[in-house]
Nanobody, 118 residues
Framework: QVTLVESGGDLVQPGGSLRLSCVAS????????MGWYRQAPGKERELVAL??????TTYTDSVKERFTISRDNGGTVSLQMNSLRPDDTAAYYC?????????????WGQGTQVTVSS
């Protein structure tokens, strides 16, 4: 079992910055990829950014050049969000794809709210 704890969501003005962090903990697991999804009211959950074990990154088009995903050698993934816009407002969910014993599963955090408003 893998537990994810997120932090960093807040209310910020347009053009501001925030940094989200997520720490994965548990036992007998090996992380394959970590990332962030978001879900705005009335919309489907969408991938924001993903980073794999080899360091490859994927971003949704609307956040390229503004958001940066990174991870350490342990179980922490961060999302640096700059030049925030009102349409970035959403609940942001940490995502981990990990092998636990022989099974590869997806794990989700509980979400952290990001609100961009003046």
């Amino acid at each position: 079992q893998v537990t994810l704890v997120e932090s960093g969501g807040d209310l910020v003005q347009p053009g501001g910055s925030l940094r989200l962090s997520c720490v994965a903990s548990g036992s007998n697991f090996k992380i394959a990829a970590m990332g962030w999804y978001r879900q705005a009211p009335g919309k489907e959950r969408e991938l924001v950014a993903l980073i794999t074990n080899d360091g490859s990154t994927t971003y949704t088009d609307s956040v390229k050049e503004r958001f940066t995903i990174s991870r350490d050698n342990g179980g922490t993934v961060s999302l640096q969000m700059n030049s925030l816009r009102p349409d970035d407002t959403a609940a942001y969910y940490c995502y981990v794809r990990a092998r636990v014993f022989v099974m590869v599963q997806a794990y989700w955090g509980q979400g952290t709210q990001v609100t961009v408003s003046s």
